[in-house]
């Protein structure tokens, strides 16, 4: 249950926001999860829920948006879905691929009032 | 938490104990006062950016003023601040990577190792793949060419690292409490807890789960992931971003394989679809069987 972990960072990050914009309360918190992340979006949900009590993030909005997993094939250079690792090229069907999204762990935006 | 009195207020829930050495709480604090009775208390890390109560079962209430502090930090590293006006109100466009923290402290053991020729390697695995096991083989053999020193992770108990203790490496053990990962501030933490000294191997066991630790780098030069031929040979599928974030991985217990439907060259294929760098040795931890390749590999990051 990393996501407890994460969660905690996204807590701590919002209020370390908070003190330098001296803001009181945040609205809403947009976050990206990449597919590819290790990050399982309903238990982020889950520990959020649980972890924001008595903190700035208490009332706020949270808004998730999953990144699809990508890769490119270093063989032909198509890029294409990979909500798994190891999918293989579709067009030249090579494993010889480099992920280059859905690994993202990020918050996006902070809405204060 | 602490295993000696149960409380839990050591950084998180996270305590550091070296073995025949007594409760040692990195803020040290007394234990004078009954459990028996039911008490709340709540107190501030400030620094740590975390606050906790716990309960025990009366009530009485202490402050721990001596480590109340607070520190305003902002950090907003690599990040873009821009706002705009919104229906939601102000919005500021932050792209903080959440995991920042941890990997910044990451960066900053890493240069300490670095600097101190310390070779750091972070095992990982299953819990009962056998990570023990391979490490008091390893040293036992090794102890004579290699300076060892151990950090372990577990969530409870002192077992591992009494046993490594027993192979007369110094080692320190972390108990996690709730947590299900080492992290890079507890390796921090240990490192200078344990005196780690220059030109030397540290391993550090992490906590046994092959999902967590995946996302937390503790700094280390090496990531090795370990399975056991009791495992199922799909493991480097089920859990890919362990095996897409190692550099070595082990496959052990390979005395054990005339009994069990283990395919080693399945198992390597699905690791390899994960990660193409991947470099293997099979060996059995227990019989000694090919610890050599691996023995060798470890004198030459040592070289």
Not at chain 1, 40 to 50: I, P, Y
Not at chain 2, 254 to 279: C, G, S
């Amino acid at each position: 249950m990393h996501e407890l972990s994460i969660a905690t960072s996204i807590i701590e990050i919002a209020e370390d926001f908070a003190r330098t914009h001296q803001a009181e309360k945040i609205s809403r918190i947009e976050i990206e999860v990449g597919q590819l992340s290790g990050i399982v979006n309903e238990s982020l949900v889950f520990a959020l829920e649980l972890a924001v009590k008595n903190t700035v993030l208490e009332s706020a909005e949270v808004v998730i948006t999953e990144i699809p997993g990508k890769s490119i094939c270093r063989a032909c250079k198509h890029e294409f879905d990979n909500p798994d690792w190891y999918t293989p090229c579709p067009e030249c069907q090579s494993m010889n691929t480099e992920i280059i999204g859905g690994k993202e762990l990020q918050i996006k935006s902070i809405f204060t009032g | 938490m602490c295993d000696t009195c149960g409380c839990s207020d050591t950084n998180g829930g996270v305590a550091y104990h070296k073995p025949g050495e007594e409760h040692a709480h990195e803020n040290p604090h007394t234990h004078d006062h009954e459990h028996h009775y039911e008490h709340e208390h709540e107190h501030e890390h400030g620094q740590e950016h975390h606050s906790h109560t716990h309960d025990h079962a009366y009530s009485h209430e202490h402050n721990h003023d001596a480590h109340t502090h607070s520190h305003d930090h902002s950090h907003e590293h690599g990040s873009h601040t821009r706002e705009h006006d919104h229906p939601h109100g102000k919005e500021f466009k932050i792209e903080h990577d959440i995991l920042d923290k941890n990997n910044m402290l990451a960066e900053r053991n890493r240069g300490y190792f670095e600097a101190k020729n310390i070779h750091a390697i972070n095992l990982v695995s299953s819990p009962g793949s056998g990570k023990t096991t391979l490490l008091e083989k390893t040293i036992s053999d090794l102890k004579t060419d290699i300076s060892f020193f151990v950090i372990e992770g577990d969530q409870q108990t002192m077992n591992d690292a009494n046993r490594i203790n027993a192979t007369g490496a110094p080692v320190i053990q972390i108990n996690t409490g709730s947590g299900c990962h080492l992290d890079a501030e507890m390796i921090n933490k240990a490192v200078k807890q344990l005196e780690v000294k220059e030109h030397s191997l540290l391993m550090i066991e992490n906590v046994g789960n092959l999902v967590c630790p995946a996302l937390f780098d503790l700094g280390e030069s090496h990531r090795v992931v370990v399975i056991s031929v009791t495992e199922g040979e799909d493991k480097p599928l089920k859990y890919p971003n362990m095996f897409s974030t190692s550099d070595i991985c082990i496959i052990n217990k390979t005395d054990l394989l005339p009994y069990v439907d283990f395919n080693v060259e399945k198992a390597k294929e699905y690791a390899l679809r994960i990660n193409h760098h991947l470099q293997f040795f099979e060996l059995s931890a227990k019989t000694g069987q090919g610890m050599d390749a691996w023995y060798a590999w470890l004198k030459k990051k040592m070289e």
